[in-house]
């Protein structure tokens, strides 16, 4: 396969992009700099383009996804004022609009997969999720106070109502772990159709690296994407169960 990874220098994005080299996969990155991606360059299925993914041309991005059977988006917003709050602000949706775009300008022959890495804080207003009185308060605070939490809505907003479910060319799903933490290796995961508690009131906890696992299975599992595409799982990493006596 041929996955182009965007976000491939985040801290999600980078374990994704291992793992899909692990596999023996086809990936190609966009990346301001190379850094962050060192121990990688040498693996002889990885291509590297360095560039500002929102400052290619059309054209240039049609090119991008010329040939791939997946797009894998782990763009995120820097957590410091100038990455909340400064331009691109709509990195992730702006990015999500072009790539897609850019995959139905070339008509593949069957259906590119784009999966998204997205937040628990998003509502799948396909499934009618309900928050309580106060979470709605907070949720509107953080839409007016946090452009990177309307960014990300923007994005799967994209994908669920211009993308939508019968696209011939395009088939996605937006993957929404809850509070990310740092793990070195896979652990057990749950994957759910919505939140099984509240992300902001009483948020569980996913592993960055388990989030890259479930990427990855989706893009290269064809019995996972037919179980998730055209919806937004959750994942939450499984809690360690008390011994019974």
Known sequence: MKILVVGATGATG???VKDL???GEKVTVVVRSTEKLSELLNNKNLTVVQAALLDLSDKQMAELVQGCDAVASCLGHNMTFKGMFGK???LVADAA???CTAIETNQPKKPVKYVLMNTSGMRNRDLNERIAPGEKIVVALLSVLLPPYTDNIAAAEFLRTKIGQ???LIEW???RPDSLINEDSVSPYEI???PIRSALFNPGKVSRINVARFMAELICDNSTWKQWKGKM???YSSEPRADSH
Request: aromatic share 0%.
């Open 97 to 99: 609009r072009r790539l």
């Open 233 to 235: 799982p959750v994942l």
């Open 173 to 175: 799903t937006a993957v």
């Open 88 to 90: 691109p602000r709509r």
């Open 21 to 23: 080299l692990d596999r």
């Open 192 to 194: 759910h159709p919505s």
């Open 14 to 16: 980078r374990l994704l």
């Open 166 to 168: 019968n696209n011939p």
